[in-house]
């Protein structure tokens, strides 16, 4: 069983910046892509960065320049830096671990990852 703890969110005006962490624990964490997705109220769960085994990344169009994924894997962590943060990257954000292991694409498909942390709120002031 894989369990992902998310920490890092917080209150912070527009402009600022905070960095996400999310701690994994339960299966050979370098093998697996990781994924951070968001979900506004109202809203669906979006795609927001990612990182595969072999460290290729992407992003959502909306976070590109602002936000940069990486991962440690001595310890089990991914983190997501945001920079010039805007009132609309407020969301509870998400970790996730993709469903198959060694994939050479990041996908950005929330059905594409089977494990997910528990979720941090963003709150970005305007």
């Known amino acids: 069983q894989v369990q992902l703890v998310e920490s890092g969110g917080g209150l912070v005006q527009a402009g600022g910046s905070l960095r996400l962490s999310c701690a994994a624990s339960g299966r050979t964490f370098s093998s697996y892509a990781m994924g951070w997705f968001r979900q506004a109220p109202g809203k669906e769960r979006e795609f927001v960065a990612g990182i595969n085994w072999d460290a290729n990344t992407d992003y959502a169009d909306s976070v590109k320049g602002r936000f940069t994924i990486s991962r440690d894997n001595a310890k089990k962590t991914v983190y997501l830096q945001m920079n010039s943060l805007k009132p609309e990257d407020t969301a509870v954000y998400y970790c996730?671990?993709?469903?198959?292991?060694?994939?050479?694409?990041?996908?950005?498909?929330?059905?594409?990852?089977?494990?997910w942390g528990q979720g941090t709120q963003v709150t970005v002031s305007s």
């Open positions: 996730a671990s993709d469903a198959s292991p060694f994939r050479r694409v990041v996908v950005t498909t929330r059905y594409d990852y089977n494990y």
